[in-house]
């Protein structure tokens, strides 16, 4: 049931830099990955959808191991995630995430949330984060903000100082879990904004989000989950016009007409 | 004759004593109940269980038991020659560590757990997150209590007097013992004790109201 084949047109060939191979993971009863078969392309973006409980933060906060899985593989760059330690931080350094509630470092400026990780992590030299950190921040359209901290700003510049932060680690692949699903409706698209045109750039991303606008204009691929397992993967396109899943045209039915 | 007056150098001698025992035992209990709460909250279940066992052993021990051991136990067995000074201060400083180490523990729960997963997500070593993002947030929480621990180590350093310790308390004793009223000694004692508290109070008052604006 979970794999219907992915029919990438128009795709140069890349090599796989994200691979899930049968990840099983349990939250005591409940079984939220399904033996989940899940690769990611250099410089491709994927979008996970599905219904909430359907396991696709989970899935998400696997990759970098926020979460741990019981059973199954997964592989960064062709290395399998090791376990917590220094391996393990050194790995995560070249995932980058950006998280639902945003969680910037409320005790620090915006400025130094994005230089904390070059100069901690990285040990770049604190002039050249700086120079660094504020480029980032004009990227993102939030450079004048440099100073304050993360509680004076709001939701939509919040989340973009927190893309900034991520991408400041120059990282091989960025994870989205639900980036706009806490800010109020007119926040969302300056943060779909600042995705997009990370896409367009040719970052590698995993995305999970309600955003069916984004996924049809900048995904590469839609992953689409419904109880811990991957029910359907197609281009969008085809998968918004021509769902192949009963449960994914459940799903598009309610989320699409309202 | 007053008795403040007539042994002041006794009582200046006692009251130092009470502070440098306090400052010093201060400092042990605040960097290992830092340590140790760091231990509590790892990942690594060796350090876990030491911590949990540091804390348990040391907290539901009496103090004068934990006086008793240091000052008779420790020098026969590991440290001969060590002054009853060092030994009490050893002895203050570790039993207090372990409350210091609950009241951080307390405060690293409060930091939300995005913070944390922020952190690691950059790629931050577990000290690294507890000591750049969790403990500074934490800080302020821990005040109040930690003020408090330290005021009951001041008072608990009294203790020390019995264990050939030169300090506040026991100057009431020597004095006593030479026939003085009692009344006007424990006033002047209860001075001294006020002196160094209140300060202790001040000082985190004043580190309370710093910390409230960084953020």
């Known amino acids: 049931m979970s794999g219907v084949s992915v029919t990438k047109d128009a795709q140069p060939v890349a090599d796989d830099l994200v691979v899930l191979s049968n990840v099983n993971k349990h939250f005591g009863a409940l079984h939220v990955l399904q033996d989940i078969d899940l690769t990611i392309a ?8 599905g219904p909430s409980g359907s396991g696709k933060s989970t899935l998400c906060r696997t990759i970098n191991r926020l979460e741990t899985v019981d059973s199954g593989a997964i592989s960064i760059d062709g290395k399998p995630l090791p376990q917590e330690g220094r391996e393990l931080a050194r790995l995560r350094a070249d995932v980058g995430m950006v998280f639902q509630s945003f969680n910037l470092f409320a005790h620090k400026t915006v400025l130094q949330n994005v230089m904390l990780g070059q100069v901690k992590v990285r040990k770049t030299e604190k002039k050249a984060a700086e120079t660094k950190a504020r480029a980032l921040l004009d990227r993102v359209g939030v450079g004048s903000q440099a100073d ?32 706009t699903s806490a800010l109020d409706p007119e926040m969302i698209n300056e943060v779909l904004e600042v995705m997009q045109q990370l896409a367009r750039d040719g970052m590698t991303m995993v995305v ?3 955003e069916m606008g984004f996924a049809r204009s900048a995904a590469n691929r839609v992953v689409f989950m419904a109880d811990g397992k991957i029910v359907e993967e197609a281009v969008p396109d085809q998968f918004f016009s021509n769902p192949r899943s009963d449960r994914a045209k459940d799903f598009l039915s309610k989320i699409l007409h309202h | 004759m007053n008795v403040l007056l007539d042994n002041f150098s006794d009582f200046r001698a006692g009251f130092i004593g009470t502070l440098s025992i ?24 060796p350090l876990r269980f030491f911590g949990t066992a540091w804390v348990t052993l040391l907290r539901n021990t009496p103090l004068t038991l934990l006086f008793l051991v240091a000052t008779f136990v420790v020098p026969l067995v590991f440290f001969p020659g060590m002054s009853a000074y060092v030994l009490a201060s050893l002895a203050l400083g570790l039993y207090t560590s372990s409350f210091v180490c609950e009241a951080i523990r307390s ?54 007097g019995a264990f050939s310790v030169t300090e506040l308390f026991g100057w009431q004793k020597a004095l006593s013992d030479q026939g003085y009223a009692i009344v006007p000694i424990f006033l002047w004692v209860a ?8 300060a202790i109070s001040g000082v985190f008052r004043l580190l309370e109201r710093r910390l409230e604006v960084a953020r």
Not at chain 1, 42 to 49: A, F, L, N, S
Not at chain 2, 28 to 44: D, Q, Y
Not at chain 2, 191 to 198: A, D, K, R, S
């Open chain 2, 107 to 160: 405060g690293i729960s409060t930091v939300p757990l995005g913070q944390a997963e922020a952190a690691r997500s950059l790629g931050m070593s577990f000290s690294q997150t507890l000591r750049l993002i969790v403990l500074p947030q934490a800080t302020r929480t821990v005040i109040p209590p930690l003020s408090s621990i330290i005021i009951a180590l001041t008072k608990n350093s009294a203790i020390a």
């Open chain 2, 22 to 45: 306090t400052a010093i035992s201060t400092v042990i209990a605040l960097v290992l109940g830092v340590i140790i709460a760091g231990f509590r909250v790892s990942p690594v279940p």
């Open chain 1, 148 to 179: 304050k901290y993360p509680a004076q700003l709001s939701g939509g510049q919040q989340q973009r100082v927190a893309i900034a932060r991520a991408l400041a680690m120059d990282p091989k692949v960025m994870l989205f879990d639900e980036p």
């Open chain 1, 42 to 49: 250099r410089g491709e973006v994927v979008v996970v959808i």
């Open chain 2, 191 to 198: 001075l001294g004790y006020l002196v160094i508290t209140f």
């Open chain 1, 208 to 210: 999970v989000t309600h």
